[in-house]
DNA sequence: GTACCATTCAATCATCTGATTGATGGAAAG
DNA sequence: CTTTCCATCAATCAGATGATTGAATGGTAC
């Protein structure tokens, strides 16, 4: 999993080998076939590896007033310390367009991530620590798109400093 | 081109072969090979089409104080009528992280909508239709970020009502 | 010691895929 | 009419690719 997973990253689906996953391991390609029998199932595999690993980044942690730049802060370093994770991430996003068991996968762990933005953003109202005069379940569906577009698209902004303006400017707007 | 561009909207790089072209076009392979010696001088040549397609639609209109709604509904419309030049961007955008010259194509654009879009903010912002308390660079490098994981990316938000909703929110965060 | 089972591998298969070749037909040039 | 050039095609090649097979190895149970 490890090692299909590091080859998604590193080639896309567009060149992904079984050939080349077994070799990684080290291993092979009758053996790779042993424990997973199609490609298929070597790539749900991944899926699960890579969601797991995205879900767990998820839970909100902190005072509740610093949660939502907390969440930013943890995305960030994420982003830093696990990039791979992102480019697999946009990988899986746009195979879901053609394979239905990924799409649900992909569209599972979004709505979990808009769901605790969700909670997360009604808290900060609350709080009076921001604005509240858009609902917080359209505010959430659109920071997560924003977080997408900035985290998993290959962009300008692809240097820390860029990144921190970007996210400096997407907390000043909210705030 | 037509055919090529077609294509990879439908079946992504991943599943984009030069027999399939050929076949939609109605024309021998070597037809095919006649005009773009290599799979690489075909997807050159899309990658020109797409884009260029994209760039015309990145022409502001309208009077002042209303190009960045115009904007936002020019890209809701070009979403709506031509859905393949996203996912084609998408599929782009992806292959730019592993392909020099697709990504320098890529950033260009997106160089040419960020400008476009900080021109559209300081317009605004004078008129005192919008807060300015942002710079206007970054706050237009982050909108195009949001419009890309909105358009580009897959994502929950796929009917008509749920991304004019996040359109709007995001209107209002801005204003 | 023998039978059984899980694991691994070298070799091989069938198909896919980008690309090439040599031939054919037809239009333009002389 | 003949020659030349352009466009197209059927056939084929070489390498890649997902998958399978049958044999070998080593460990465990009886």
């Known amino acids: 999993m490890q090692a299909a997973y590091d080859l998604l990253a590193e080639r896309g689906f567009e060149g992904l080998r079984t050939r080349d996953i077994a070799a990684k391991v080290g291993v092979n390609i009758a053996t790779l076939h042993y424990y997973y029998p199609t490609k298929e ?10 969601m797991g690993r995205f879900r767990s980044t998820l839970q909100p942690a902190g005072s509740p007033g610093e949660q939502l730049r907390a969440h930013f802060a943890g995305i960030r370093r994420l982003a830093r310390d ?12 746009m195979r879901g367009r053609r394979d239905r068991a ?5 569209r599972d762990v979004d709505a979990t991530w808009q769901k605790m933005l969700t ?9 009076g ?7 917080a379940d359209d505010l959430a569906s659109l920071i ?5 577009g900035l985290f998993i698209l290959p962009g300008d ?14 907390e000043r707007l909210i705030t």
Chains 1, 2 share one sequence.
């Open 82 to 93: 696990e990039p791979e994770l992102f480019v697999v991430m946009g990988e899986l996003a």
């Open 119 to 127: 909670a997360l953003l009604r808290h900060a109202a609350k709080e």
């Open 157 to 170: 902004g692809r240097d820390a400093k860029e990144v921190d303006r970007q996210l400096r400017a997407l």
């Open 41 to 50: 199932k070597v790539i749900r595999g991944v899926v699960g590896y890579a």
């Open 102 to 106: 990924i799409a649900a996968i992909v």
């Open 144 to 148: 997560v798109a924003t977080l997408k």
């Open 129 to 135: 620590a921001i604005d509240n005069s858009a609902k």
